[in-house]
C-alpha cells in the first residue's frame, strides 16, 4: 500500500479495475426520500486501497451495498449512475456466459451519434452526470452505461456486459470492455457478488453461520466460486486458514465459528472471501469491533494479502488514524457526496476542505492537539438534490454563497487529483470568481438538478 508512482505512470493508460460514476442510490420511504449516496465517483486500480471515510450516516456503507448489488427495496440506485468493471477476464467470461446481455459498443457507434442521442434524452444532463467536463466528452458507452441506452430503444434494460472492442467474434477475442454492475440481476449477480467482488463486514458473525464449521463454510465457497470439492477443497481451505495467520489451521479447520475469537473470526472470513479469488476487496470497518492490537494484526495481513494477490481494496471506515494506515488514496464523504479527494500524503499534509480538517482536528493526538475536538452538529438527512453547500450549517468558513450554490469539485493543490468541492477553491481565485466557476460548472444545463429518475 505504498504510493508507487511509477506503478501508478504505468497504469496511467489503462482503466481503472473500478469505475465509479455519479452513483446514486436513494430509498423512497412514505415519509421521506433519503438520498443516501448523491453522485459519488470513485475509482479503484488493482493492487490499490482507496479509502472511504467520513462520519456515520455519510453513506459509506450504502456506496459499499450499491457496488455490491446488496441495495434492498425501499432503496433503488437511479438512472445516471454506473459503476463500471473492467477485468478483462472476467468480462470474457461473462460475455461468454451471458452472451444475450452483451452489447457490442463499436457496432452501435456506426449508427449513432452520442450528441444526438443526448439531445434525445429528454432531461437536460450536464457533463457532470457523466463524470465529464464537457459535452463533446460523453462517450456512448457513458450513455450506455449510465442506464440511458433502453431509454432510448438502442439496448435492452437487461443489457449488462458492454463490450467496446474485439477483433473477430469469439469471446476471446475481446480486447476491451466492462461489466456495468449497476445492472447486474439474477445468475449475473451472484456470480459477481462473492466472487469477483467480495465484501468484508465489521461484525464476522453477518458472514458466518454459526451452524457449520469454519472449515465447512470455506468449502462452500470454494465449491461455487471455483468447483472444487473433496480432498483438493479441504486442503484449500487448510492453505487459506495459514494465509490468513490461523495457528494449527489442520485442527481448527473443522471448529465452529463460536469456538473463535474476535480477531481469528475476521481473520476467517477474510480467508472465506480469498476463497473466491476477488478482483475487489470491500472492507466496510473490517476492524471497528476488534481491540487496537487485533485491529493492527488485520490491517496489516489485508496489506500483505494485497501485495500477493494484486488485489483491489475499498476500505471504508469512520477512522482518519486507519485511514491513514491502509490508503493509498482518500475520498472523504460527507452527506451522500464525496467532499474531498487525494492521494493518502497530500490529504494528510495538505487537507483543503474545512470537514476534512474538521476530521483531521477530531483524531487524538492528530492536528488538534491533545485536545480532541469533534465537529460540533450532525450529518444532515440529504432529502433533495442539494444546491447548496450541505456542510455550510456545521463549516467555520462558510459564507454567503454556500447557501445557494453547490460546490463542484476543483483542483486545489499542485498534486495530481487532488480536489475539494468547497467554494473557498481554487484559491487564486476571488472568492467572488470562484463562487461563479462552481455555478458555472454545475449549470451546464442544471442538469444536476434534473437527476435521479428511477430506473
Ligand atoms: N435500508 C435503508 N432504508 C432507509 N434509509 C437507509 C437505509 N440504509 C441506509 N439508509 C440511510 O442512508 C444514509 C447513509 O447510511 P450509511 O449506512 O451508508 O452511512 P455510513 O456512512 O455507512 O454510516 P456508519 O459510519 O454509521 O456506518 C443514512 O441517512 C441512513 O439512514
Ligand atoms: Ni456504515
Redo the contacts with the bound molecule.
Keep these: 500500500m505504498s504510493i508507487e508512482t511509477t506503478t501508478q505512470d504505468q497504469r496511467s493508460n489503462e482503466k481503472p479495475l473500478i469505475d465509479v460514476r455519479n452513483l446514486q442510490t436513494a ?1 423512497f ?1 412514505d415519509k421521506e426520500t ?1 438520498r ?2 448523491d453522485g459519488i465517483s470513485v475509482n479503484i486500480d488493482a493492487g490499490e486501497t482507496v479509502g472511504i471515510v ?12 450499491s457496488i455490491m448489488g446488496l ?2 427495496k ?2 433503488q440506485i437511479l438512472k445516471g449512475s454506473s459503476a463500471r468493471f473492467h477485468q478483462l477476464e472476467t468480462v470474457k467470461a461473462y460475455a461468454s456466459e451471458f452472451s444475450d446481455h452483451t452489447v457490442e459498443v463499436s457496432q452501435l457507434r456506426d449508427q449513432h451519434n452520442p450528441q444526438d442521442l443526448l439531445d434525445r434524452i429528454q432531461s437536460d444532463i450536464s457533463p457532470e452526470t457523466f463524470d465529464r467536463d464537457n459535452r463533446s466528452d460523453i462517450t456512448l458507452t457513458d450513455i450506455l452505461a449510465a442506464g440511458y441506452g433502453d431509454k432510448l430503444g438502442i439496448t435492452s434494460e437487461r443489457d449488462c456486459v458492454f463490450i467496446t472492442g474485439r477483433s473477430g467474434n469469439r469471446p476471446e477475442n475481446i480486447t476491451s470492455g466492462f461489466i456495468e454492475l449497476t445492472r447486474l440481476e439474477g445468475e449475473m449477480q451472484r456470480k459477481m457478488r462473492g466472487g469477483r467482488i467480495t465484501m468484508v463486514f ?1 461484525d464476522p458473525l453477518t458472514s458466518l453461520n454459526p451452524v457449520f464449521t469454519v472449515g465447512n463454510q470455506i468449502k462452500e465457497a470454494l465449491d461455487l466460486h471455483r468447483g472444487l470439492t473433496g480432498e483438493e477443497a479441504t486442503r484449500e481451505a487448510v492453505e487459506l486458514l495459514e494465509a490468513v495467520g490461523i495457528p494449527d489451521a489442520g485442527r481448527r479447520v473443522d471448529e465452529y465459528p463460536h469456538q473463535f475469537s474476535g480477531g481469528m473470526r475476521q481473520r476467517a472470513v477474510i480467508a472465506m472471501a480469498l476463497a473466491c479469488e476477488p478482483e475487489l476487496l470491500i472492507c ?2 473490517p476492524t471497528t469491533a476488534l481491540d487496537v492490537t487485533i485491529q493492527a494484526q488485520i490491517l496489516e495481513l489485508l496489506e500483505e494479502i494485497q501485495e500477493e494477490r494484486d488485489i483491489g481494496i475499498m476500505f ?3 477512522d482518519m488514524g486507519v485511514i491513514a494506515e491502509v490508503s493509498d488514496r482518500v475520498n472523504v ?1 460527507y452527506a ?1 457526496e464525496v467532499i474531498e479527494k487525494a492521494d493518502v500524503i497530500s490529504l494528510f499534509e495538505n487537507p483543503k476542505h474545512p470537514y476534512t480538517r474538521g476530521l483531521l482536528q477530531s483524531i487524538p493526538g492528530g492536528q488538534g492537539g491533545d485536545r480532541l475536538q469533534t465537529i460540533e452538529g450532525n ?1 444532515p ?2 432529502n433533495e438534490p442539494a444546491d447548496y453547500c450541505r456542510f455550510a450549517q456545521r463549516c467555520p468558513k462558510a459564507f454567503d454563497a454556500c447557501d445557494v450554490v453547490h460546490p463542484k469539485h476543483v483542483e486545489v493543490s499542485e498534486q495530481n487529483d487532488h480536489t475539494a468541492a468547497c467554494l473557498l477553491y481554487p484559491e487564486e481565485k476571488s472568492q467572488a470568481g470562484a463562487v461563479s466557476l462552481h455555478r458555472e460548472k454545475g449549470k451546464a444545463g442544471d442538469g444536476d438538478r434534473m437527476r435521479g429518475e428511477k430506473q
Excluded: C
Design positions: 430509498f420511504t433519503i443516501a449516496v467520513g462520519e456515520s450516516g455519510s453513506g459509506k456503507s450504502v456506496t459499499a451495498r441495495v434492498e425501499p432503496g465489521q466496510d470497518e471504508i471506515t469512520h464523504m451522500g450529518v438527512t440529504p
